[in-house]
C-alpha cells in the first residue's frame, strides 16, 4: 500500500510539474525582448575576450557609445549564444525550460521536506500563474535556480555541513550571470540571523565564514569590488520608466498586469497562512528564517512586478510550512489520491475563471523558438541595404543589435542605466512629443530611416509614429504585425 501512495504523490507531482511546465513554454518575441542583445553581447565576448567594451560602455549606441555600462550578466549571453549557435532557439528554450524544471524540483523538495504532501500540492497549484509568469528566456533564470540551490542547502543543517562549500563556488558563477547575485548574500544572512536568534554559535560560525567566502567570490567579477557592490546604484541613472520595475499598485492606475490579481490573492493568502498557523497549528515555535524569507520577497514583489516569480518560488516553502495541518485526510490511499486530484482541478478551474485574460496571454504565443514573423523586419532591413543613422524606439533596440550589429548601431535600446538621464528626458522622449525637437534632433543626428516597434504603447511613441505616417520626408518601405521601417524621402 506504501508503494501505491508513494506513486499516486509522484503521479500528482508530474501533474503539477507538466503544468508549470505548459505555462512556461512560450515562443520568444524578440522584437520586445532583451534576448538579441544578450545573444549579440555572447558573440562579441567570445570573439574579444573579458576587456571587450561590450562589458564596460554603451558599446552598440551611436548616441553615446562611450558612456560607462556595467554589463552585469555578461556571462548569461556566452551561455545563451552558445546554445543558440549549437541548437538553435529551440535548443536554447530547451534549455531554459531544464533550467525552470530544476528550479521548480528543488523548490518542490524543500517545500516537501517543510510542510505535506496535500500543503505542498495545493499551494504549487495556487501559485502555479505565478510560478510560470516570467517565462521569457532572461539571465534572471539562473538566480531562481541558485536561489533554489542555495536555500536547498541552508534550509537542512545535514545538508548544509556537508556541503556549504558549494555556496561560494556558486556565488563565484552567479556574479558573473545576474545582477540578483546578491541573493545569495542575502539568503545566508537570513539563516545566519536566525542561528543568533537560537543561540546557536557553531552554526553562526559556520554560516559567518561562508557569508565571507561568498563576498570574496563576489569580487572575481571584470569590474570587481566595483560589481560587487553595483546593485547598490543600479538604479541611480534610470531616467525611463520601465514596466517591470513599477509596483503592481502603480501599474493597476495604467493597466490592466495580468498576473496582479494572483499576486495580491497570494499575498494575502501568505500572511492567512503564518496567522492560521500560529492560532490553528499545534507548533507555536516562530521560525525567523522563514518570517524573514516571507517578508523579503513580499517587499521585493511589491517594489516591482519582475519579481513576482521569485516572490512565488519562495512562498510555496512558506505556504507549505505554514499550512501542514491541512494533511488532514482520507486515510484511504484511494480517498487520499482522488480529493487531491479533484481538490487541485477545483482550484485551478477557480483560478482560470478569476483571470481568462492571464491564460489567453499564455497561450497566445504558445510553443518553442521565435514566433512567426518575427525575424522579417531585420532581414529585410539588412537585405535591401537601408541606409542609417537608424531613429528607433526604445522596445525594438535589442532586435536591432542583433540582426544589424556591427553594420548599424542603435539610436537607443532598453537599458535605462547605460544612457544618461538627461537623454530620455531631454531628447528620446520631447523629440517624440514635440515637432520642433524633432525636427533640431533631426537635423543633429542625420536620420535617414526609422525602425519602430508597433506596440511600444508608450503614448509619446504611438503619437510620433502617426506624423511620421503622414509626414511627406518619411516614407513606409515595410510593415508588418509588429514593426515598420520608414526612409527619408531623397535620392540616396
Known amino acids: 500500500m506504501e508503494k501505491e501512495k508513494n506513486f499516486f504523490r509522484v503521479f500528482l507531482f508530474c501533474l503539477l510539474f507538466l503544468g508549470f511546465l505548459f505555462l512556461s513554454s512560450q515562443k520568444v518575441n524578440l522584437l520586445a525582448s532583451d534576448l538579441g542583445r544578450h545573444l549579440k553581447n555572447g558573440e562579441v565576448i567570445l570573439k574579444e575576450g573579458l576587456k571587450s567594451k561590450v562589458i564596460f560602455t554603451n558599446f552598440y549606441s551611436y548616441t553615446y557609445p562611450d558612456n560607462f555600462f556595467w554589463n552585469h550578466h555578461w556571462g548569461s549571453g556566452v551561455i545563451f549564444f552558445l546554445i543558440k549557435n549549437f541548437l538553435g532557439f529551440r535548443g536554447l528554450f530547451a534549455f531554459y525550460l531544464l533550467i525552470s524544471g530544476l528550479t521548480f524540483f528543488l523548490f518542490l523538495l524543500i517545500a516537501k521536506e517543510k510542510g505535506s504532501f496535500k500543503s505542498t500540492f495545493f499551494a504549487g497549484v495556487f501559485l502555479l500563474p505565478l510560478l510560470s509568469w516570467r517565462s521569457e528566456i532572461r539571465p534572471e533564470v539562473f538566480s531562481y535556480f541558485f536561489s533554489g540551490i542555495f536555500l536547498f542547502l541552508l534550509s537542512s543543517q ?50 559567518g565564514f561562508v557569508l565571507i567566502l561568498c563576498l570574496l567570490a563576489s569580487i572575481f567579477n571584470p569590474l570587481g569590488i566595483k560589481g560587487t557592490f553595483y546593485p547598490l546604484r543600479i538604479f541611480d541613472n534610470y531616467g525611463y520608466l520601465v514596466l517591470e520595475n513599477q509596483s503592481i499598485f502603480y501599474l493597476d492606475k495604467l493597466i490592466d498586469y495580468p498576473a496582479g490579481i494572483f499576486f495580491k490573492l497570494s499575498l494575502g493568502g501568505l500572511v492567512l497562512s503564518f496567522l492560521l498557523r500560529w492560532f490553528w497549528g499545534k507548533e507555536k515555535r516562530v521560525v525567523w528564517s522563514e518570517i524573514f524569507l516571507g517578508a523579503l520577497v513580499s517587499f521585493l514583489a511589491l517594489k516591482a512586478v519582475r519579481n513576482f516569480s521569485l516572490f512565488a518560488f519562495v512562498s510555496w516553502i512558506l505556504f507549505s510550512s505554514n499550512l501542514v495541518f491541512f494533511n488532514r485526510g482520507s486515510k484511504k490511499d484511494l480517498g487520499e489520491f482522488f480529493s487531491c486530484f479533484l481538490g487541485g482541478i477545483i482550484v485551478f478551474m477557480l483560478l482560470f475563471f478569476l483571470k481568462p485574460s492571464f491564460w489567453i496571454y499564455k497561450r497566445k504565443n504558445f510553443g518553442l523558438g521565435l514566433v512567426e514573423g518575427g525575424e522579417n523586419a531585420g532581414v529585410f532591413f539588412k537585405a535591401r541595404k537601408i541606409f542609417g543613422p537608424i531613429f528607433n524606439d526604445y522596445d525594438i533596440g535589442s532586435y536591432l543589435i542583433y540582426y544589424l550589429y556591427p553594420d548599424q548601431k542603435v539610436f537607443v535600446d532598453n537599458r535605462p542605466e547605460a544612457y544618461p538621464q538627461d537623454f530620455f528626458q531631454k531628447i528620446y522622449i520631447p523629440m517624440q512629443e514635440n515637432e520642433e525637437v524633432w525636427r533640431s534632433m533631426e537635423e543633429r543626428y542625420k536620420f535617414s530611416s526609422i525602425f519602430f516597434y508597433k506596440h511600444d504603447l508608450t503614448p509619446w511613441a504611438q503619437s510620433f509614429l502617426s506624423r511620421r505616417l503622414q509626414d511627406v520626408d518619411w516614407k513606409v518601405v515595410y510593415a508588418d504585425d509588429y514593426a515598420v521601417i520608414l526612409v527619408k524621402n531623397e535620392k540616396k
Open 158 to 207: 545535514v545538508r548544509f555541513k556537508k556541503f556549504f562549500w558549494v555556496l561560494p563556488l556558486i556565488e563565484l558563477f552567479w556574479v558573473n550571470v545576474h545582477v540578483y547575485f546578491f541573493l545569495g548574500f542575502v539568503w545566508v544572512v537570513i539563516f545566519l540571523a536566525e542561528a543568533i536568534l537560537e543561540k546557536d554559535k557553531v552554526l553562526v560560525k559556520k554560516l
